[in-house]
């Protein structure tokens, strides 16, 4: 499966962004998706994943209630909702998917097969 991100950009602390998450080649609802980003300097960490149906996600703490993530499958699209945000939000996102056989959430970077190229995301102060 090819992956393109979109939606990064430069916004305003406090600001939302909604970065989109393209897929193509493979049947999108036979994975399991998650956001990654890599700020300067620091390694790529997860802050979201989703099951493939949709019904399952996983936040890191430092995104809970403010970060949305979700996929509309009909569109081969997945989604991350970034609200509230602020300076220490400013890396380069990634999305990920794996192939899984059922409903389970993938918190693991490793288990990610598939990347997109990223999209960068600056929030100002």
């Known amino acids: 499966v090819q992956l393109v991100e979109s939606g990064g950009g430069l916004v305003q602390a406090g600001g939302s962004l909604r970065l989109s998450c393209a897929a193509s080649?493979?049947?999108?609802?036979?994975?399991?998706v998650g956001w990654f980003r890599q700020a300067p300097g620091k390694g790529r960490e997860l802050i979201a994943a989703?099951?493939?149906?949709?019904?399952?996600?996983y936040y890191t703490d430092s995104v809970k209630g403010r970060f949305t993530i979700s996929r509309d499958n009909g569109k081969n699209t997945g989604f991350l909702q970034m609200n509230t945000l602020k300076p220490e939000d400013t890396a380069v996102y990634y999305c990920?998917?794996?192939?899984?056989?059922?409903?389970?959430?993938?918190?693991?970077?490793?288990?990610?097969?598939?990347w997109g190229r990223g999209t960068q995301v600056t929030v100002s102060s």
């Open positions: 990920a998917a794996t192939w899984v056989s059922n409903r389970i959430v993938v918190v693991t970077t490793p288990q990610y097969d598939y």
């Open positions: 080649g493979r049947t999108f609802s036979t994975y399991a």
């Open positions: 989703i099951s493939r149906s949709g019904d399952n996600s």
